[in-house]
């Protein structure tokens, strides 16, 4: 694709990022068939190839509009485009960078801020997050429905290892999963103390800052990163094997980190290194399975899997997850549209209730057609999203393998 970028953005980090990035485009239109937002609402502009189409306005000069804004505001940022597209391009970057343009010369308005401020606030304060859900599930019968959906039952979550081994690794202390469903990251570290692996928390992390950055909060964003960056610095000279994501949607943030700080004098290095050693818990467990895998208790229980787009698009993880559930000896339901998102996209569910609705509601009839015994993921959004809708238990996949090996 031909471009010609407006003075205003061309010779910017940004605009030679963007340019390279459209450029690669061809606008052969493959993107489109996989597009969730393109699916449900049957609007070219509401599909990768029609938004590339505006954001390339947009950097040339177009002055945008509140519609172009809506337009842009309805990418899930799922990446399945990027999946489809035989050129490379890489969507995802390309509507971060036309987003934060778009919103710097239309803005929004006071009830848009007062909301996108809240849910960063909100979200990324554990303590009040933590408090809210405590309330939540006191008064959970007296909640209007919508909200009933989102409060989910705090399981259990057990104890977590006291062995102290050689290796070790870093969990990233996630804003709400803790509060969510602690349980996530306890079965973890049992699993990885099976295999001969302490798993740590740092206090002084926090946010891997890509809800800040997926609002276009930048600056915010930029100080998580660095926040985490300098709590994991020790501990990375000490001997830290890698950093775990057990959230996807916090793992393919981590790996990115390299790229989101390249201009940072003062942390690219860092980040470029904090990069190479983040890994999601699939990943992870993965490279110890030969030994996990003597020590399984087999099921043969039916349960149905959802890759998080986030794992198959967005780091490209497919398929691992699948074979060691099959290990343990789980039938794996078969799942139709299975590289489609589930609508839950961060914050999108909030922002976006009807296209996520819709799109929930498609993936629970799909989750569910081969009636599973239970439904596993690899990401909270996506976990509590899909309950939600289903009465069938939604885990952690890791939690079923902490079952496994009892």
Known sequence: MQTNLADFIKDTPQGKEADAILRACVHCGFCTATCPTYQVLGDELDGPRGRIYMI?????????????????????????????????????????????????????????????????????????????????????????????????????????????????????????????????????????????????????????????????????????????????????????????????????????????????????????????????????????????????KPSNEKIAYHPPCTMQHGMKLKGGVETMLKDMGFELAPVADSHLCCGSAGTYSVLQPTISSELKTRKVAALTAESPRQIATSNIGCMTHIQSGTTLPVKHWIELLDERLG
């Open 56 to 296: 390339k306005q947009v950097l040339e000069g177009v002055e945008p509009t509140k519609k172009t804004q809506q337009h842009l505001d309805r990418c899930l940022t799922c990446r399945n485009c990027e999946s489809t597209c035989p050129s490379g391009v890489q969507y995802g970057r390309l509507v971060d960078i036309g987003r934060s343009v778009v919103e710097e010369k239309v803005g929004r308005n006071l009830f848009e801020r007062a909301t996108r401020g809240v849910l960063r606030k909100g979200l990324l304060n554990k303590k009040l997050f933590a408090a809210g859900m405590a309330i939540g599930r006191a008064v959970k019968p007296v909640l209007p429905k919508a909200l009933q959906s989102k409060v989910q039952p705090l399981r259990a979550h057990g104890a977590w290892p006291t062995t102290q081994h050689a290796r070790t690794m870093i969990v990233l202390d996630n804003c709400v999963q803790n509060a969510m469903a602690p349980a996530i990251d306890f079965a973890a570290a049992r699993v990885l103390d099976r295999a001969g692996v302490s798993l740590k928390w740092v206090a002084a992390g926090g946010c891997c800052g890509a809800l800040s950055h997926h609002l276009n909060a930048h600056d915010e964003a930029v100080q998580k990163v660095r926040a985490n960056i300098d709590a994991w610095w020790p501990l990375i000279e000490g001997g830290a094997e890698a950093i775990v994501g057990t959230a996807s949607g916090c793992s393919v943030m981590l790996k990115d980190y390299g790229h989101f700080m390249q201009h940072d004098t003062a942390y690219a290095e860092k980040a470029k290194k904090i990069a190479a050693l983040s890994k999601d818990v699939s990943e992870v467990i993965a490279a110890e399975w030969p030994k996990l895998k003597t020590m399984l």
